[in-house]
């Protein structure tokens, strides 16, 4: 059975300061997927990462993928107030159809 | 494009009523999941139909039943709803993944309150 875990859950940080998510999973898998929600919102397509070594970087948004590793990353450089939100990597399982989630990491960017 | 679209955005039930929520996916897309999401937790894949069947499902009773219809579209229905049943509904529309995994898009959601 296909897992995915997030690390941090929950993650506190001043405006300026780097930090990064780790998402893991647990079975073989070329895409992975990085969704931001706001609060009461839907969820918002970030990344798809595609194969090995894949990073793609989007404003003050960096992530990339190591199937390896079984390892994305979702890198914050210099975070601002508005990056506040809760943050899901999703993988697809190979012999199935569905979208196995993380269970996000909450993101609070202090002023 | 309008993406893909839900209705409605909010519904308050009864206990033991019966609700059905309605989808539109992104244009070009032929795959649709339902997802329920309970408030502070990730997604929780409901089912997914394509070319109007079922054709995987997660862990949830047969209370929770859909369907889709030639034009895509789909509708997913609870029966005899519980107080846990209130969450937000999301559905994700995407090409058929056999033809390579693909981006899934989701909708706005649908608030549901059961009390």
């Known amino acids: 059975e296909l897992k995915v875990e997030q690390n941090p859950l929950f993650l506190s940080m001043q405006e300026g300061k780097n930090y990064t998510i780790y998402c893991n999973y647990s079975?073989?898998?070329?895409?992975l997927y990085w969704y931001r929600q706001d609060p009461g919102k839907s969820l918002e397509s970030l990344f798809v990462?595609?194969?090995n070594g894949a990073v793609k970087q989007e404003g003050r948004l960096m992530a990339s993928l190591d199937t390896k590793a079984r390892l994305s990353t979702l890198h914050i450089t210099a975070a601002v107030h508005d990056l506040s939100a809760t943050y899901f990597c999703?993988?697809?399982?190979?012999?199935?159809?569905?979208?196995?989630w993380g269970a996000g990491t909450k993101l609070i960017i202090k002023p | 494009d309008a993406g893909v679209t839900q209705s409605p955005t909010h519904l308050i039930k009864t206990r033991g009523q019966q609700v059905t929520l309605r989808c539109s996916p992104k244009?070009?897309?032929?795959?649709v999941s339902w997802y329920q999401q309970a408030l502070g937790q990730g997604p929780q894949f409901i089912f997914q139909?394509?070319?109007?069947?079922?054709?995987q499902r997660g862990n949830f009773p047969d209370r929770f039943s859909g369907h889709q219809f030639p034009n895509y579209s789909s509708e997913l229905n609870v029966n005899a709803l519980l107080l846990g049943d209130s969450a937000l509904y999301l559905c994700?529309?995407?090409?058929?993944?056999?033809?390579?995994?693909?981006?899934?898009?989701f909708g706005q959601g649908t608030r549901l309150t059961v009390v």
């Open positions: 244009s070009g897309h032929d795959t």
């Open positions: 999703a993988v697809d399982e190979r012999s199935n159809y569905q979208l196995i």
């Open positions: 994700a529309s995407r090409y058929n993944p056999d033809r390579g995994r693909t981006e899934a898009f």
């Open positions: 079975t073989t898998s070329d895409r």
């Open positions: 139909y394509y070319e109007e069947e079922e054709r």
């Open positions: 990462l595609l194969s």
